[in-house]
Nanobody, 121 residues
Framework: QVQFVESGGGLVQPGGSLRLSCAASGSIFSIAVMGWYRQAPGKQRELVATITSGGSTNYADSVKGRFTISRDNAKNTVYLQMNSLKPEDTAVYYC???????????????WGQGTQVTVSS
């Protein structure tokens, strides 16, 4: 069984910053890719950023230069530092773990429960 705990969402003014965290726990052997997706009201869920276990990153064009994804492999934790936030960044942000190998050698993908980020004055 694998669990995820997300934290760090909230209300921030335009131009402000937030840092999201997502910690995975349970019978985890390895996680290939961790990332963040977001879903705004009435819109489809979209990729924000991903990071592999080797540290390779990928960002949506809309967040490049403003958001930074990082990862602590020893803690199975992924972070998203969000700077220069805009009202259009308002969404529920979901943590994703892909290629999770458990100690029983099963392979699955997992989603966190989501955390709300609201950018408003």
């Amino acid at each position: 069984q694998v669990q995820f705990v997300e934290s760090g969402g909230g209300l921030v003014q335009p131009g402000g910053s937030l840092r999201l965290s997502c910690a995975a726990s349970g019978s985890i052997f390895s996680i290939a890719v961790m990332g963040w997706y977001r879903q705004a009201p009435g819109k489809q869920r979209e990729l924000v950023a991903t990071i592999t276990s080797g540290g390779s990153t990928n960002y949506a064009d809309s967040v490049k230069g403003r958001f930074t994804i990082s990862r602590d492999n020893a803690k199975n934790t992924v972070y998203l530092q969000m700077n220069s936030l805009k009202p259009e960044d308002t969404a529920v942000y979901y943590c994703h773990a892909g290629g999770v190998v458990t100690t029983s050698r099963s392979l699955n993908n997992y989603w966190g429960q989501g955390t709300q980020v609201t950018v408003s004055s």
